[in-house]
């Protein structure tokens, strides 16, 4: 199921500004979307999968707590979308959840293969995670 961007934003807002009530100061976020994307079609839910993994991954394993920035941008073919939080990837687990491997099931039934997920650990404690969708 799809929504536009400027929903899914919204709703990842009000999420946050919840989870602020629970972090208070440790959790700071910041949202930029290009003007242009707000009526563009994203798989619902897809950004806002994202946010809870880094808060549940990142803010709440970091004492000081951190930021979360969230990019939704144009790209030539695509939509990108990227959720930057501190943290460190553990090699040693999966690192792909049931979130997560949910997410890049729907994903895959709604792209056919043309979208792409990926998450990747830094050296200066930030983990990236960002989706590349066919712009429509």
Known sequence: MLTTVKTEIELVKDYLELEKLRFEERLKFNIKADEGLLNALILRLSVQILVENA?????????????????????????HISVQNPGKLDMNKPVIGVGLKNLKERLELQYKGRAEFTITGHLDNIVLATINIPNS
Request: positive net charge; proline residues 4%; charged residues 20%.
């Open 55 to 79: 808060i549940k991954h990142g803010i709440s394993q970091q004492k000081d707590g951190g930021l979360i920035s969230i990019c939704i941008e144009k790209q030539p073919n695509s939509i």
